[in-house]
């Protein structure tokens, strides 16, 4: 099984794994967070990367890291990691959607190269939305069917 590493400025990445457990469980195995604190340096946090991912065995099974924003000093650190392993996949701009689509597709996964970057993409996309526009919206869609 490969391992789910969460990086991310501050605690959210912690905070990420702990609203996916409400949904997917406490027993989540292979997954680790890395919180980058505001007196890391950023070599100093890459090599805590490249730590987490042998801790989850990522150069011989894999690991799908999740980065929480593009341009930033995790994400920036995972750039220099890529180089050096292969079983290695990086998606930017995490989020709980995610995060649970993984947890709960992983078991069924036979190796990384199963991950669909482009549909994890997909469901972090679908899930960021104006809640008004979506209410105003059904309403309309009411009012249209009483007539």
Partial sequence: ????????????????????????????????????????????????????????????EGALVLCDLFGGTPANQC???????????????????MLINVLVERPFMESIEDVNVEELLTIGKDNILDLRSQVDAFQDTEDADSF
Avoid: P, W
């Fill in 1 to 60: 099984m490969f391992g789910i590493l969460l990086v991310s400025h501050g605690k959210l990445a912690e905070g990420i794994l702990d609203a996916g457990k409400l949904f997917y469980g406490e027993k989540v195995e292979k997954v680790k967070t890395l919180c980058l604190e505001q007196t890391d340096g950023g070599s100093e946090f890459g090599d805590r990367i490249r730590e987490a991912l042998t801790e989850l065995e990522a150069e011989k």
């Fill in 79 to 97: 750039v220099s990691v890529l180089t050096e392993q292969e079983n290695l996949k990086v998606v930017t701009g995490m989020n709980l959607a």
